[in-house]
């Protein structure tokens, strides 16, 4: 299970920070992602992160937003600065492949998603 957390309203100008954990007896992520989609609008893909680090990011928030995570513990972050209007969405979170463990087997899953946050940002 993804859990997202962080959003919110804030003036433009202002700053968020998302939180997304993935629950469960986790044994690798690979990569993870943040997401939005804005109403009328198609989801797109605002930052991604691999397992090792790597990161890639929309054109539109290149330099205000940064992706992170914490695979200790299983954790992807999206700090927003400088928060525009347009930037008003539902954020979702993504891991692209989850493997866990139970009773001695391991399970994979694809494309799994949160359930999304709101993020409203006031001009």
């Known amino acids: 299970q993804l859990v997202e957390s962080g959003g919110g309203l804030v003036q433009a100008g202002g700053s968020l920070r998302l939180s997304c954990a993935a629950s469960?007896?986790?044994?690798?992520?690979?990569?993870m992602g943040w997401y939005r989609q804005a109403p009328g609008k198609q989801r797109e893909l605002v930052a991604a992160?691999?397992?090792?680090?790597?990161?890639n990011y929309a054109d539109s928030v290149k330099g205000r937003f940064t992706i992170s995570r914490d695979n200790a513990k299983n954790t992807v972050y999206l700090q927003m600065n400088s928060l525009k209007p347009e930037d008003t969405a539902v954020y979702y979170c993504?891991?692209?492949?989850?493997?866990?463990?139970?009773?001695?087997?391991?399970?994979?899953?694809?494309?799994?998603w949160g359930q999304g946050t709101q993020v409203t940002v006031s001009s």
């Open positions: 992160i691999t397992s090792g680090g790597s990161t």
């Open positions: 993504n891991a692209d492949r989850i493997v866990t463990s139970y009773s001695g087997s391991y399970y994979t899953q694809y494309d799994y």
């Open positions: 469960g007896s986790i044994v690798s992520i690979n990569a």
